[in-house]
């Protein structure tokens, strides 16, 4: 499971609650209720990621140091510039 599958399951599960929405209530309850449920996801993930661990308020230092080591440098850290 990856990052990239989260695309993939939220309009695999958006289609089926669109349909019935509009079954049970009218076609504008999608935009409704799919609005509310993004800015539900975006405040927890406001809420609890950050870049890096060392920007996260929330973790021990223990657990910091072992994430950096375990991480290393990452692709985030090192910004490439494509000449086109």
């Known amino acids: 499971m990856t990052t990239y599958h989260g695309s993939a399951v939220g309009t695999a599960l958006t289609y089926p609650l669109s ?49 950096e080591r375990v991480i290393g440098d990452s692709v985030a850290s090192h910004k490439v510039f494509e000449k086109f």
Do not use: C, N
């Open 19 to 67: 349909g019935l929405l509009m079954a049970v209530l009218d076609w504008q309850y999608v935009f409704y209720v799919t609005g509310a449920l993004t800015l539900t996801w975006y405040a927890f993930w406001w809420y609890l990621v950050y870049d890096s661990p060392a920007q996260h308020p929330r973790i021990s230092d223990a657990e910091r140091k072992y994430l």
